[in-house]
Each structure stands twice: as structure tokens, then as C-alpha cells.
Nanobody, 123 residues
Framework: EMQLVESGGGLVQAGGSLRLSCATS????????VAWIRHAPGKEREVVSC????????YYAPSVKGRFTISSASSKMTVDLQMNSLKPEDTALYYC????????????????WGQGAQVTVST
């Protein structure tokens, strides 16, 4: 059974940093792309970043490019998201999600979701 578990969320002041980690199990890690997707109240879900080991893709949404960095440790089956220069508009519930082989921006195609980690950025 595919499982994804997020950790590392919390409360931080604007300009600060947080690191999210996604621990995965139950699937062949290098056969899936793993994405970070956030959902803020009153807004649509947004694919923030995605990494595919199959083709080396590292995708970043324009809103986070240059501030967030996605990394993968295949030996540990984890995918981390380093978030720097955080802004209040980054406040959201951040989900880790997996999709077969390649990154996708179509959320209906996601194969598995984590339970979410709250990130709150204060002014």
C-alpha cells in the first residue's frame, strides 16, 4: 500500500525558513514522481514543486521559484522541500503526493496523498 507521511511543518516569521520532509513506502520509489502540493483557505490547490527521478525533472511553481528547493534521497525514500524567504502567502496545508513516472500538474492524476503538514507564516 502506498504511504506518504509529511513532517516538518510549523509556524515561522516572514523571511524565515522551514524544511518539509516526505517519507514514502509501499511503492518502487524511482518509478514515481513526488510532488509537494499546497492548499490555502479559499484558494485552489497548487503544485508547488515536483521531482521525477525518471527524467530528472525538478518543477517549481513561479510563486516559489528561487525560494524553494526540492531534493530526494532515494536510499531513504524521502523527498524534502527546503523553503526559504517565506512569505505570509505561503501559509497553507502542504501535501506530499506521488504520480507514476513523471510529474503532473493534473491533481486528478495523483496516485497517492499524504495527510498534510501545516505551514503558517506570520508577518
Amino acid at each position: 500500500e502506498m504511504q506518504l507521511v509529511e513532517s516538518g511543518g510549523g509556524l515561522v516569521q516572514a523571511g524565515g525558513s522551514l524544511r518539509l520532509s516526505c517519507a514514502t513506502s509501499g511503492f518502487t520509489f524511482n518509478h514515481y514522481a513526488v510532488a509537494w502540493i499546497r492548499h490555502a483557505p479559499g484558494k485552489e490547490r497548487e503544485v508547488v514543486s515536483c521531482f521525477s527521478e525518471s527524467d530528472g525533472t525538478r518543477y517549481y511553481a513561479p510563486s516559489v521559484k528561487g525560494r524553494f528547493t526540492i531534493s530526494s534521497a532515494s536510499s531513504k525514500m524521502t523527498v524534502d522541500l527546503q523553503m526559504n524567504s517565506l512569505k505570509p502567502e505561503d501559509t497553507a496545508l502542504y501535501y506530499c503526493a506521488a504520480h507514476a513516472v513523471f510529474c503532473t500538474l493534473r491533481l486528478t492524476e495523483v496516485d497517492g496523498w499524504g495527510q498534510g503538514a501545516q505551514v503558517t507564516v506570520s508577518t
